[in-house]
């Protein structure tokens, strides 16, 4: 039971949103979709569910070419970013009803639903309506209902940016066990790198309608494909050296180092996080981000360097690895 | 202004129920009474009048019935027709619906009582006429332009995401329009239906070219027949208690559903 | 397939709209009545022109454009009060909105037999009241030059609240931060109505206006039951006497003839008013 996209482009009007897109997503893999706005990692995730069409390129779930299938008969279950709760329905019929058509009979639809609904703590809420429950409830509800659609393929369109933070950290590991659990490929759009690492097994960096790279946050962490990559993973942003002869060299603020020999530099604002504090430095060549635990004394002036390795390197103009 | 405001308030109620109250005021009159109206006399009150109306031949609440009929049949009619091409006209593009909406309004904005000759010449020829049911199917069509546009705009304003997720939890269409829009479009359908209902309850000339026999006529008609007689003769007391009686399932539709009355007239406003 | 749900609808419009114009267009130039044993014979554009010699048609078409201008200007005035006091927040606004929506509700027949009773001489509650400060009997409905006058007033009354609502529906799309930023800064409140509120009210207006022309212009059942088109013709409206042409005189081919030329006028005269309406947009960003 796997998913996989072949040489996928939609456009609107002469605008490619997305193009050229492969992806293969094997059995109980999850992967992230991962990209700032209009990417394109929205309109993939409709192209999957059927909601929209390509207009070039192939679908395949399951082994099976679903590319011009209804999203009624395409088995899918997937949570929509603002949940898409039916809001004159209560709980219980908003999971019922797509058994009830899918001709599952009366006694049949009330054992699953009154499981699902145990999984995911929701029994004392079968009879309210939706608007009646907070976020983070809604949010299982929706989940409740892509599980009962015993789907082939899960869809999260950005799943937890409805909640807040605190809310966010709660159900994340909630959210894992449950998707991870089945033999699904689960896809998990998101803006958020931090929920993108936490939650998938690889990540899909998407830019302009094509994913610059795919691999496991790790990969993606230590060996970036492109100046994009780098920039977009690893939160304080990698530092970026003016370019010199063509090439720009990076170096993120948690691999500089304090030492004797290193470049000069002065420090121009700390920020302190807990158990690390985050430096603003200004050096000779350039402003530069700078982590590291929070009980290190940082004087004024200091002089920094940084081990080679865990440089990177990229072309100026072309933004790849070199 | 605003400090006269309980004056104007008066003055607005006052314009709007003068007429009305007056007409009650006459229908419980005796016949001196209306002739002299400020003069003394020993029966100024009488439910003569009301009492001639109710049994006369055919019996007025006959009239009634047959405008709840034809009512209860347009409406009936306009939404079965209007609904799915509201929710169709909701999912082509733009441009397509600008101009089915331009026309639309056109239509709405027709002085329908031009149709009367043509209407009545296919009544005529497809030997409709005295049908209560085929009078549904003009006043259908007449409000179905209104009605359309006014269920286009509810489905508009409908979140696209709760149907495409009724799609994938394997509705199709017929199951996503029973189970879920219709429902959600609740309240704009009640503001269409009352709107037609009230449409056909108050027409008058192409009832009265298609229904001429006496016992299924509507209540306008009903009442313009009685008001046909010379305008000389005086049973004005009678004619008083037919537009009370005549008025009375108005104001009761009126007061009960006021609020979906003004609203659908909003939101036609509004979207137009 | 969704388009198909389309088709029901559009084929009953189009057939209830295109096709008694171009029966009407077709019957205008044919001859239709009782002459002719009620068999359509063309006569070669005769109806038309008996029509442009037709000295009744025309001062039926004076009649109607008189009726349906002054109805509409006064009702729109009163519409914009209404609207304006309606906006407002204060006990028992539904209550009253409910009530001020009567007049429109009921049917025009209903209450059209009501205004013959209230304008009627000498028993109606006007000449009563005249006789009371000592006028001479007004003979309202069988005076030529007035009855007129009685019957735009049944239809202001009956169709202001229409009017009215539309104008709520716009009034409240107006944001009150425009009216609290005017006043501080030194606006005064009548000024606000004619800077801020009727600008704002202007696709409003027009929308009540065209709706309401339409309307009046086909003025037949208000004429009908409460004067007949009487006295002398006085009040008669290009629907009734195309009405009268069928029905009494069973002449269809003229009949049809009134009517495509009174639903052509009602064209001319839309038109004319949204050309005007343009210019005087022009105009007055000309101005600024």
């Not at chain 1, 603002?82 to 054992?111: C, E, M």
């Not at chain 2, 055919?58 to 009239?63: E, K, L």
């Not at chain 3, 013959?116 to 003979?139: D, K, S, V």
């Not at chain 3, 022009?282 to 600024?288: G, I, N, Q, T």
Request: hydrophobic share 50%; charged share 15%.
């Amino acid at each position: 039971m796997n998913l996989v996209l072949q040489n996928i482009g939609r456009r609107f009007g002469s605008n490619w949103i997305v193009r050229h897109l492969d992806l293969e997503v094997s059995e109980g893999e999850c992967l992230a979709l991962l990209g700032p706005s209009g990417c394109g990692k929205s309109t993939t995730l409709r192209l999957i569910a059927g909601l929209d069409q390509p207009n070039e390129g192939s679908i395949y779930i399951a082994g099976k070419d679903v590319t011009r299938v209804s999203p009624v008969d395409r088995r899918i279950g997937m949570v929509f970013q603002s949940y898409a709760l039916f809001p004159h329905l209560t709980v219980f019929a908003n999971l019922a009803l797509g058994l009830q058509v899918r001709g599952i009979g009366a006694s049949d639809r009330k054992q699953r639903v009154a499981s699902v609904l145990a999984l995911m703590q929701l029994e004392d809420l079968a009879d309210r309506h939706p608007a009646e429950l907070s976020g983070g409830q809604r949010q299982r509800v929706a989940l409740a209902r892509a599980l009962l659609r015993d789907p082939l393929v899960y869809l999260l369109d950005e799943p937890m940016s409805n909640l807040d933070a605190q809310l966010r950290e709660d159900l994340r590991p909630q959210l894992r066990h449950l998707i991870l659990k089945g033999s699904q490929p689960v896809i998990y759009v998101t803006h958020d790198q931090h929920e993108a690492m936490a939650m998938a097994h690889r990540i899909a960096v998407m830019r302009d309608g094509k994913i610059e790279q795919i691999g496991t946050p790790q990969e993606l962490y230590h060996n970036p494909s492109s100046l994009f990559v780098a920039s977009f993973i690893g939160r304080p942003q990698i530092n970026l050296l003016p370019a010199e002869s063509g090439i720009i060299k990076a170096i993120r603020p948690e691999h500089l180092q304090l030492s004797s020999e290193g470049i000069p530099c002065r420090l121009i604002y700390r920020e302190w996080l807990g158990t690390s504090q985050l430096l603003m430095i200004e050096s000779n060549r350039g402003p530069l981000r700078m982590l590291c635990a929070s009980e290190i004394k940082i004087p004024e002036t200091i002089r920094l360097k940084w081990s080679p390795e865990k440089e990177h390197q990229f072309d100026a103009s072309t933004g790849e690895r070199c | 202004m605003m400090r006269h405001r309980n004056l104007l308030i008066t003055v607005l109620l006052l314009w709007s129920l003068a007429p009305l109250l007056w007409q009650v005021y006459t229908s419980f009159s005796t016949h001196e009474a209306l002739l002299q109206p400020l003069g003394e006399h020993n029966h100024r009150w009488t439910l003569d009048n009301y009492r001639q109306v109710l049994t006369a031949n055919p019996p007025f609440w006959r009239y009634l019935f047959n405008s709840v009929i034809v009512g209860i049949g347009s409406t009936g009619l306009t939404l079965l027709l209007a609904i799915p091409a509201a929710y169709s006209l909701s999912k082509v593009s733009q441009n397509v619906a600008r101009t089915a909406k331009f026309l639309l309004f056109g239509a709405a904005l027709f002085p329908y009582v031009l149709l009367f000759l043509a209407l009545l010449e296919l009544a005529r020829s497809l030997n409709l006429g005295n049908n209560l049911l085929a009078l549904s199917f003009p006043y259908a069509a007449l409000s179905m332009p209104l009605a359309v546009l006014l269920l286009l705009s509810a489905f508009r304003d409908l979140p696209s995401e709760l149907e495409e997720a009724a799609r994938l939890e394997g509705l199709g269409l017929w199951q996503r329009l029973r189970w879920i829009l219709i429902p959600l479009i609740g309240p704009a359908t009640a503001s269409t239906a009352i709107l037609v209902f009230l449409f056909s309850w108050n027409e008058y000339p192409i009832a009265m070219t298609w229904i001429s026999r006496a016992d299924l006529l509507t209540l306008p008609v009903a009442i313009a027949r009685i008001a046909g007689s010379s305008v000389y003769s005086i049973p004005y007391g009678a004619y008083a208690a037919a537009t009370v009686l005549g008025a009375l399932p108005l104001l009761l539709l009126v007061l009960i559903f006021q609020r979906q009355i003004v609203s659908g007239l909003t939101q036609g406003a509004i979207k137009g | 397939m969704i388009q198909l749900l389309l088709f029901p609808a559009t084929l009953l419009i189009a057939l209830i709209f295109g096709l008694p114009l171009v029966r009407y267009t077709w019957l205008s130039f044919h001859a239709d009545s009782v002459l002719t044993g009620l068999v359509a014979i063309p006569n070669h554009g005769a109806n038309w022109l008996r029509l442009l010699h037709d000295e009744r048609f025309w001062q039926d078409t004076y009649q109607t454009a008189r009726f349906a201008t002054v109805s509409v200007s006064l009702e729109l005035l009163l519409a914009i009060a209404i609207a304006l006091l309606l906006d407002q927040r204060w006990r028992g606004r539904g209550v009253v909105r409910a009530i001020s929506l009567l007049p429109w509700a009921l049917p025009t027949t209903v209450m059209a037999l009501g205004w013959r009773w209230i304008f009627n001489t000498p028993y109606g509650p006007i000449e009563q009241f005249a006789e009371l400060i000592g006028l001479q009997p007004l003979n309202i409905l069988s005076n030529p030059n007035i009855t007129w006058i009685a019957t735009v007033f049944g239809d202001v009354w009956k169709t202001t609240p229409f009017a009215a609502l539309i104008l709520l529906a716009g009034l409240q799309t107006i944001p009150n931060d425009l009216y609290e930023a005017f006043y501080l800064e030194g606006g005064h409140p009548r000024a606000a109505l004619f800077q801020i509120t009727l600008p704002l009210l202007q696709p409003y207006l027009l929308l009540s206006l065209l709706f309401r022309l339409a309307q009046a212009f086909g003025v037949f059942d208000l004429i009908q039951v409460m004067t007949g088109g009487g006295p002398a013709g006085s009040t008669e409206s290009l629907a009734l006497y195309a009405y009268l042409n069928a029905m009494r005189f069973l002449d269809f081919g003229y009949s049809a003839t009134v009517m495509i030329s009174g639903f052509l006028l009602l064209v001319i005269a839309c038109l004319l008013i949204w050309l005007i309406i343009q210019q005087a947009r022009h105009w007055r960003e000309a101005v600024k």
